[in-house]
């Protein structure tokens, strides 16, 4: 008898959700009349939609050179499809966005074809909101900001290009449209639960945790369910790219995954839902498409590559990037090689460009200066936030090392402009820069990995003692292998490898 009333009860929620849902895609067929009308366009019939799914559109980093390449694109080979930017940027205009493109990425975009949705709700995806259980605040957060976006504008191909990927069943059971996604990096993945299975101390596990065995077994059990419902909600995709290998060797991985103890749990109801209404695994993608980020090195390979000063350059956003390591390992390097020190001309500098996206990145700024004068190393510390590319253009041009200490750093653009522009690079020997970009050519360095303050130090020694002739040698084979590797031809070239387009014209 309960059971039946329980299934009684289902059933009428779900007819009452199946009602809302039709209802939203019959409006949306108004909405988007509307906004063809607004764009101006004069055939409707003929046109698509893609809807990007970018939070932190307006954000100015490697993520969003990725959106706005693939968008001018679009607009350059493809003119009857419009462009639909999902953004919570709402303190700006689609005008600005536009301007600060150019002026950021020395990217083109034509208003004609494309619209911003501004979202009210992205402050539900911001890692302030969840001081705890971070992972899944921050995704039931994304699935709520999706369903606002749903409600704006349904497209016909959704795309998400910041790896919001519990997105994905939302808009499956709202929009019943395809899915598509760039990954950037996995938001869990093996690794992390295999530390805290060794209850390794790290950035994801705190000591607190880590030194308690409850804890720690509680954590793991929060890990695997969410590493599942994750897997699952990938699983609703219909192509995934991802930006290198070290993020498709975890995607694939994660694709594949199976927990034999929930996937039983979930034959039992309310949580069979979940198995009618997802799509079957022959249907999903069995693995993924790397396609290298757009990097437009044109006028970064045009920077005269000798005559370069001793500056330590910094090209990444104030948030996750790890600078306070940046810092520490200049710091090294002049209590090692005090013959740095000073003002004189044998001096080194270490400049640190990036974007301040909020008050929480303000922060961090703000932190890190003091951080410097903590270190003693201010005088010989120079910040420059929200550059705007022909100042960091200039900096390139002078500068002879590029710095990356982010640890498993899933691709890193910077570097790739750091190479194009002769500069040599020192990253941390993780993640995907070891792997795709700093590769040697033609059996040759192209640059150096380092793990500890101790080793980046004597990778800057290196660097700024080669003899002219090797350094001369080294900067030149950076740049040819990122101009051939990694240029916005390539880029498009994979991102049509996809097969986006049989799904938006099927």
Same mark, same amino acid.
């Given at each position: 008898?309960? #059971?039946?009333?329980?299934?009684?009860?289902?059933?009428?929620?779900?007819?009452?959700?199946?009602?809302?849902?039709?209802?939203?895609?019959?409006?949306?067929?108004?909405?988007? !009349?509307?906004?063809?009308? !607004?764009?101006?366009?004069?055939?409707?019939?003929?046109?698509?939609?893609?809807?990007?799914?970018?939070?932190?559109?307006?954000?100015?980093?490697?993520?969003?050179?990725?959106?706005?390449?693939?968008?001018?694109? =679009?607009?350059?080979?493809?003119?009857?499809?419009?462009?639909?930017?999902?953004?919570?940027?709402?303190?700006?205009?689609?005008?600005?966005?536009?301007?600060?493109?150019?002026?950021?990425?020395?990217?083109?975009?034509?208003?004609?074809?494309?619209?911003?949705?501004?979202?009210?709700?992205?402050?539900?995806?911001?890692?302030? !909101?969840?001081?705890?259980?971070?992972? =899944?605040?921050?995704?039931? @957060?994304?699935?709520?900001?999706?369903?606002?976006?749903?409600?704006?504008?349904?497209?016909?191909?959704?795309?998400?290009?910041? %790896?919001?990927?519990?997105?994905? $069943?939302?808009?499956?059971?709202?929009?019943?449209? $395809?899915?598509?996604?760039?990954?950037?990096?996995?938001?869990?993945?093996?690794?992390?639960?295999?530390?805290?299975?060794?209850?390794?101390?790290?950035?994801?596990?705190?000591?607190?945790?880590?030194?308690?065995?409850?804890?720690?077994?509680?954590?793991?059990?929060?890990?695997?369910?969410?590493?599942?419902?994750?897997?699952?909600?990938?699983?609703?995709?219909?192509?995934?790219?991802?930006?290198?290998? #070290?993020?498709?060797?975890?995607?694939?991985?994660?694709?594949?995954?199976?927990?034999?103890?929930?996937?039983?749990?979930?034959?039992?109801?309310?949580?069979?839902?979940?198995?009618?209404?997802?799509?079957?695994?022959?249907?999903?993608?069995?693995?993924?498409?790397?396609?290298?980020?757009?990097?437009?090195?044109?006028?970064?390979?045009?920077?005269?590559?000798?005559?370069?000063?001793?500056?330590?350059?910094?090209?990444?956003?104030?948030?996750?990037?790890?600078?306070?390591?940046?810092?520490?390992?200049?710091?090294?390097?002049?209590?090692?090689?005090?013959?740095?020190?000073?003002?004189?001309?044998?001096?080194?500098?270490?400049?640190?460009? %990036?974007?301040?996206?909020?008050? %929480?990145?303000?922060?961090?700024?703000?932190?890190?200066?003091?951080?410097?004068?903590?270190?003693?190393?201010?005088?010989?510390?120079?910040?420059?936030?929200?550059?705007?590319?022909?100042?960091?253009?200039?900096? =390139?041009?002078?500068?002879?090392? @590029? =710095?990356?200490?982010?640890?498993?750093?899933?691709?890193?653009?910077?570097?790739?402009?750091?190479?194009?522009?002769?500069?040599?690079?020192?990253?941390?020997?993780?993640? %995907?820069?070891?792997?795709?970009?700093?590769?040697?050519?033609?059996?040759?360095?192209?640059?150096?990995?380092?793990?500890?303050?101790?080793?980046?130090?004597?990778?800057?020694?290196?660097?700024?003692?080669? $003899?002219?002739?090797?350094?001369?040698?080294?900067?030149?084979? !950076?740049?040819?292998?990122?101009?051939?590797?990694?240029?916005?031809?390539?880029?498009?070239?994979? #991102?049509?490898?996809?097969? #986006?387009?049989?799904?938006?014209?099927?």
């Amino acid at each position: 008898m309960a #059971w039946a009333l329980v299934i009684f009860l289902v059933g009428i929620v779900f007819a009452q959700a199946v009602g809302k849902i039709l209802g939203l895609r019959r409006r949306n067929v108004q909405q988007r !009349a509307q906004l063809l009308s !607004a764009l101006g366009v004069q055939d409707a019939s003929s046109k698509k939609i893609i809807g990007f799914f970018h939070p932190y559109c307006n954000a100015g980093g490697g993520g969003e050179r990725v959106l706005w390449a693939a968008v001018h694109a =679009l607009q350059r080979k493809e003119p009857d499809v419009i462009s639909v930017v999902y953004s919570g940027d709402t303190d700006t205009t689609k005008e600005k966005i536009i301007d600060k493109v150019k002026a950021r990425f020395d990217i083109e975009l034509s208003p004609r074809t494309l619209h911003i949705v501004f979202l009210q709700s992205r402050s539900l995806v911001e890692e302030s !909101a969840w001081p705890r259980f971070t992972l =899944l605040g921050q995704s039931l @957060g994304s699935m709520y900001l999706v369903w606002e976006a749903m409600m704006n504008l349904i497209p016909d191909l959704f795309i998400d290009t910041m %790896g919001y990927a519990f997105t994905f $069943p939302v808009v499956s059971l709202l929009g019943n449209i $395809p899915i598509g996604a760039y990954i950037h990096y996995p938001t869990i993945s093996t690794t992390m639960l295999s530390r805290v299975r060794s209850r390794m101390q790290g950035h994801t596990n705190s000591q607190s945790i880590s030194s308690s065995l409850l804890l720690s077994q509680g954590k793991l059990l929060y890990y695997r369910v969410f590493m599942y419902y994750y897997a699952y909600s990938l699983r609703q995709a219909r192509f995934i790219m991802v930006n290198s290998s #070290w993020t498709k060797g975890h995607i694939d991985s994660i694709l594949q995954h199976q927990d034999i103890l929930l996937d039983a749990v979930h034959y039992l109801p309310p949580l069979i839902l979940f198995k009618l209404l997802s799509r079957s695994r022959s249907q999903s993608p069995r693995a993924t498409q790397l396609v290298y980020p757009s990097c437009d090195t044109r006028q970064m390979s045009k920077l005269p590559l000798e005559g370069r000063e001793g500056i330590i350059l910094s090209i990444a956003q104030f948030r996750h990037k790890d600078h306070a390591a940046q810092l520490r390992a200049f710091h090294k390097f002049l209590e090692l090689y005090p013959e740095y020190r000073g003002a004189g001309p044998s001096a080194a500098k270490l400049v640190l460009v %990036g974007g301040s996206r909020n008050v %929480g990145d303000a922060t961090r700024v703000e932190t890190l200066r003091l951080l410097a004068q903590e270190l003693g190393i201010d005088s010989q510390v120079q910040f420059a936030v929200n550059a705007r590319f022909s100042e960091m253009l200039g900096w =390139l041009g002078r500068a002879s090392i @590029g =710095l990356s200490t982010m640890v498993d750093e899933h691709f890193g653009i910077n570097i790739v402009e750091f190479m194009a522009a002769g500069v040599i690079p020192v990253t941390h020997a993780s993640g %995907g820069a070891p792997l795709d970009i700093v590769v040697p050519l033609n059996g040759e360095p192209t640059g150096y990995h380092a793990t500890t303050p101790e080793t980046f130090a004597e990778a800057f020694r290196t660097i700024f003692t080669l $003899p002219p002739e090797a350094e001369l040698a080294m900067r030149q084979r !950076a740049r040819t292998l990122a101009v051939q590797k990694f240029s916005p031809e390539e880029f498009e070239r994979a #991102w049509d490898a996809s097969g #986006w387009r049989d799904w938006l014209f099927r």
